[in-house]
């Protein structure tokens, strides 16, 4: 019998055997991601957009797992070795999937603007609108998902009941330009340098499992250490990318560590948030 979902086995595995494991998946989940890419690309021609938008969002959580195994590199392990299994999780979690898609294409000038962004993306629910407190929504990733796979039916903040389908995302998904996704080209850069070899992932761990950064640590540091590791892999022999924009997308789009960040989903209270939106009504 096979079991699956047992990423999490990778934490009793010694550093040898972690980064051969890795590399190893890299390459299938790269190898699937691209697939799918080209799969999506063919269904828009033919104007198939709502499976090519269920099968994107399939590519975009695939390109994050990428992204997410490479930051369980970069993972200290020691001296706590419960941020690096707690980490793991992510993988097989939707939530910090589409998370990790969306980082990709944020320009935080810190890691507090990167960390903030993500705090929200994990609320069960939050306020929007022209006051900023207008209507309650739920979490955006989630229902995303689910609105682009299945028919349901809701109930809107102010009462209203209705219908939603895939149908919806149709016209928009006839809009979209899939190849300009941040989490699918920092996947491909990351695989270009290297990063599906072993020996790749030793260099990266080596430099990133020590490297320390806090809130106010601004993204032109974080250039200066992805500059470092690039370096670090031309020493080395690695060949270098087939792709000449590789390096300067990971300087522009690859993300701070994330293994920090817990990901779970905040149970915002509805009735907390009603409170707001009544006392932001009163102002205006």
Same mark, same amino acid.
């Given at each position: 019998?096979?079991?699956?979902?047992?990423? /999490?086995?990778? /934490?009793?595995?010694? *550093?040898?055997?972690?980064?051969?494991?890795?590399? /190893?998946?890299?390459?299938?989940?790269?190898?699937?991601?691209?697939?799918l890419c080209e799969s999506v690309e063919l269904l828009a021609q033919q104007e198939q957009f709502r499976a090519a938008e269920i099968i994107k969002n399939v590519a975009l959580e695939e390109a994050a797992k990428y992204l997410i195994l490479i930051d369980a590199a970069r993972c200290p392990r020691k001296p706590e070795p419960k941020l690096f299994s707690d980490h793991l999780w992510k993988f097989t979690d939707h939530l910090p999937r589409g998370i990790y898609a969306k980082v990709c294409d944020w320009l935080p000038a810190n890691f507090k603007e990167l960390r903030e962004g993500v705090a929200r993306e994990c609320e069960a629910y939050y306020l929007d609108g022209p006051t900023s407190a207008n209507w309650m929504?739920?979490? *955006?990733?989630?229902? /995303?998902?689910?609105?682009?796979?299945?028919? *349901?039916?809701?109930v809107d903040d102010d009462g209203t009941r209705r219908w939603v389908s895939p149908q919806a995302m149709e016209e928009l998904s006839?809009?979209?330009?899939?190849?300009e996704h941040g989490v699918i080209c920092v996947m491909h850069a990351l695989h270009d340098v290297g990063f599906g070899a072993a020996e790749a992932l030793a260099i990266l761990a080596q430099h990133w499992r020590t490297w320390r950064f806090a809130d106010d640590t601004r993204h032109a540091v974080l250039q200066d250490s992805i500059r470092q590791t690039l370096s670090a892999l031309k020493e080395s022999g690695m060949p270098p990318p087939k792709d000449?924009?590789?390096?300067?997308?990971?300087?522009?789009?690859?993300p701070f560590p994330l293994h920090v960040l817990p990901m779970r989903r905040i149970e915002t209270s509805k009735d907390k948030l009603r409170e707001i939106q009544g006392g932001n009504s009163a102002r205006y």
């Amino acid at each position: 019998m096979t079991e699956p979902r047992r990423i /999490a086995d990778l /934490a009793q595995l010694t *550093d040898k055997r972690l980064f051969e494991e890795i590399a /190893a998946g890299l390459v299938l989940i790269h190898e699937n991601a691209q697939r799918l890419c080209e799969s999506v690309e063919l269904l828009a021609q033919q104007e198939q957009f709502r499976a090519a938008e269920i099968i994107k969002n399939v590519a975009l959580e695939e390109a994050a797992k990428y992204l997410i195994l490479i930051d369980a590199a970069r993972c200290p392990r020691k001296p706590e070795p419960k941020l690096f299994s707690d980490h793991l999780w992510k993988f097989t979690d939707h939530l910090p999937r589409g998370i990790y898609a969306k980082v990709c294409d944020w320009l935080p000038a810190n890691f507090k603007e990167l960390r903030e962004g993500v705090a929200r993306e994990c609320e069960a629910y939050y306020l929007d609108g022209p006051t900023s407190a207008n209507w309650m929504f739920r979490n *955006d990733i989630i229902r /995303a998902r689910e609105e682009a796979l299945y028919v *349901d039916y809701v109930v809107d903040d102010d009462g209203t009941r209705r219908w939603v389908s895939p149908q919806a995302m149709e016209e928009l998904s006839s809009r979209m330009f899939f190849s300009e996704h941040g989490v699918i080209c920092v996947m491909h850069a990351l695989h270009d340098v290297g990063f599906g070899a072993a020996e790749a992932l030793a260099i990266l761990a080596q430099h990133w499992r020590t490297w320390r950064f806090a809130d106010d640590t601004r993204h032109a540091v974080l250039q200066d250490s992805i500059r470092q590791t690039l370096s670090a892999l031309k020493e080395s022999g690695m060949p270098p990318p087939k792709d000449g924009r590789a390096y300067s997308t990971l300087l522009e789009r690859w993300p701070f560590p994330l293994h920090v960040l817990p990901m779970r989903r905040i149970e915002t209270s509805k009735d907390k948030l009603r409170e707001i939106q009544g006392g932001n009504s009163a102002r205006y």
